[in-house]
């Protein structure tokens, strides 16, 4: 008998894979977590029924939300991630030598060990010594923060349930405070493409946008996600994503990286049209 599992990308659409095998499956105090084998995508991390990463193309979303700022950022020490609980995200920020400390704020610990158990290609990096581990709300932790980080990476699931909080104008705005002169906030700002989802889009982006001195979007192709068609958030106090992109001493650092570059980089930030009229702004050609 064939074992397929489903991703409801919305009511209407649905991405099915092929599965190998169960590898775990638990009930935290916060989610139901199971971790997958498939034919296509590898090991696959689900919460709650809906797929959270796959090991085909997690590489894509977890190197756009950290090398995208650390190319703009001259001198990045200290980094809040909220989120991350497979460690993608703090795999690709211990690559940086620069970098001092990284907290990790998550409120579910068994995703944690279950990650450190299982999905070694992420979570091998929760062990570097910069690496410290909140087990408590981001949006309670980042409350009581002014002016200590030149980074935060808001790497959280969709803006519904547990993770709600982190998509509101209160959170943006204790992000402002939390974040140094000039610091640099990215997080991950769902897909355009659906209905479903692009309202959301633009509540993010109109938060941030009223907070932030710049807040700008920027984009990616991950497979396995809703449409494929991804977005992402870049606010800051100081810095263009831009014209303060320092890529000749990003690419003599010599990170290895699978998707991004600083070719795409500037790419990204070139907008459908049609995303650019959901947040609000003319069509490059009108």
């Known amino acids: 008998?064939?074992?397929?599992?489903?991703?409801q990308h919305t009511k209407d659409v649905r991405f099915t894979m092929k599965v190998l095998r169960q590898i775990a499956s638990?009930?935290?105090?916060?989610?139901?977590?199971?971790?997958?084998?498939?034919?296509?995508?590898?090991?696959?991390l689900v919460l709650d029924g809906e797929l959270f990463l796959t090991q085909k193309d997690e590489f894509i979303y977890h190197e756009m939300l950290a090398h995208v700022p650390m190319a703009v950022h001259p001198k990045v020490r200290n980094v809040l991630v909220i989120g991350a609980g497979?460690?993608?995200t703090v795999r690709e920020l211990v690559k940086y030598r620069t970098i001092t400390r990284i907290d990790v704020v998550q409120p579910d610990k068994d995703l944690y060990t279950l990650a450190m158990a299982h999905l070694p290609f992420c979570a091998a990096a929760f062990r570097d010594r910069r690496v410290h581990?909140?087990?408590?709300?981001?949006?309670?932790?980042?409350r009581?923060?002014?002016?200590?980080?030149?980074?935060?990476?808001?790497?959280?699931?969709?803006?519904?349930?547990?993770?709600?909080g982190l998509f509101t104008r209160e959170f943006y705005g204790n992000c402002w405070?939390?974040?140094?002169?000039?610091?640099i906030l990215i997080n991950q700002h769902e897909s355009p493409f659906y209905s479903e989802?692009?309202?959301?889009?633009?509540?993010a982006h109109k938060h941030i946008a009223n907070i932030f001195e710049l807040s700008m979007i920027y984009q990616a192709h991950i497979p396995s996600y809703p449409s494929g068609h991804w977005l992402f958030g870049f606010a800051s106090k100081r810095y263009h994503p831009l014209k303060h992109l320092r890529a000749r001493a990003w690419n003599a650092l010599k990170i290895p990286t699978h998707y991004y570059n600083t070719?795409?980089?500037?790419?990204?930030?070139?907008l459908p049209n049609y995303v650019r009229e959901l947040l609000g702004q003319k069509a490059a050609n009108a």
């Open 133 to 142: 581990i909140h087990v408590e709300e981001g949006l309670r932790f980042v």
């Open 197 to 203: 989802h692009s309202q959301s889009v633009k509540n």
């Open 177 to 183: 405070k939390a974040l140094c002169e000039d610091g």
């Open 1 to 7: 008998m064939e074992l397929w599992y489903t991703d």
């Open 263 to 270: 070719d795409l980089h500037r790419g990204g930030f070139a």
């Open 86 to 88: 497979d460690g993608g």
């Open 144 to 164: 009581g923060k002014v002016n200590e980080y030149d980074l935060i990476i808001v790497d959280c699931a969709d803006p519904y349930g547990p993770a709600e």
């Open 26 to 44: 638990q009930k935290s105090e916060n989610e139901r977590i199971d971790i997958l084998d498939t034919v296509e995508y590898g090991r696959v």
